[in-house]
């Protein structure tokens, strides 16, 4: 692929952007985004060009969609003509909830589609992608789109039908995970640590504790056990989470972001 372009450099799309950036055989990229200020800044930062949607449609071999879902429909109405121009581009959508049957109808059911949902850290490399491709989508444009991933973090394809509970985990999962990080630090500065190292020591912790789980293939019951001496000071403190609803408080947030993709891919 010759030419990446990206409509939509918010949060996300920047983090992505900026992943693909890092790639060593990246092309140059083309930026589009109403915001002149986000996308002059993200320009600058990763050396690519701004441009407007309509060039980034007709020009680009692989158009990454980072607009919200309930904008979408007016986007892509907006860049039908564009899109003619363009012998065979690839689009990879980030809306949440927004189906590869309701892409197909606003881009074209022979158009190739990648329907994505990354999290915020794919900017440092360590992001959780998961990714349906359409029927559309042959072999060889499936391995290049992950070769300009390489950078971003962990793909995995997954069956459609388990996107939107998949990205109620990973892609809503960063906020939840500062949260608790921010929880760890401040009973830390409640017990006497400054700040700056009472969140340092949280967040290796987390990354620390995740790296463990995923090397060991240990259940994290297991894992948390090991942990809990019998009358220790972990346990006494798991003790107090467990009483206070920790596990269900956590849940039903997975619950209310999964349900909420679903509300917001029937926004077109």
Not at 236 to 263: C, D, H, N, Y
Request: net charge negative; hydrophobic share 45%.
């Amino acid at each position: 692929m010759q030419k990446i372009g990206f409509i939509g450099v918010g949060n996300m799309g920047g983090a992505l952007a900026s992943a693909v950036a890092a790639v060593n055989t990246a092309p140059k990229l083309y930026l589009s985004d109403h915001n002149q200020d986000k996308v002059a800044q993200k320009a600058a930062e990763l050396q690519a060009q701004i441009t407007d949607n309509g060039t980034v449609a007709s020009t680009c071999d692989c158009i990454f969609l980072g607009v919200k879902p309930q904008m979408l429909s007016a986007v892509m109405t907006d860049l039908q003509d564009a899109l003619k121009k363009n012998p065979d581009p690839l689009l990879v959508s980030m809306a949440a909830g927004v189906s590869l049957s309701t892409l197909e109808q606003l881009a074209g059911e022979n158009t190739p589609i990648i329907r994505i949902m990354p999290n915020t850290p794919v900017a440092v490399g360590k992001g959780m992608i998961l990714y349906t491709p359409n029927k559309a989508v042959t072999p060889e444009k499936e391995a290049a789109f992950l070769t300009i991933m390489e950078k971003a973090g962990v793909l995995d394809r997954i069956d459609e039908e388990v996107m939107d509970a998949a990205s109620a985990v990973s892609g809503c999962g960063p906020a939840f995970v500062y949260m608790f990080i921010e929880a760890l630090a401040s009973g830390g500065v409640n017990a006497g640590l400054s700040w700056e190292k009472a969140v340092r020591y949280a967040a290796q912790t987390a990354a620390g504790a995740a790296e463990l789980l995923m090397q060991s293939g240990e259940h994290p019951k297991a894992l948390k056990e090991a942990v809990c001496s019998p009358a220790g000071s972990t346990i006494e403190g798991v003790g107090v989470l467990e009483q206070r609803g920790m596990p269900e408080i956590v849940s039903a947030a997975v619950k209310a972001s999964f349900q909420r993709t679903q509300e917001l891919g029937k926004q077109k």
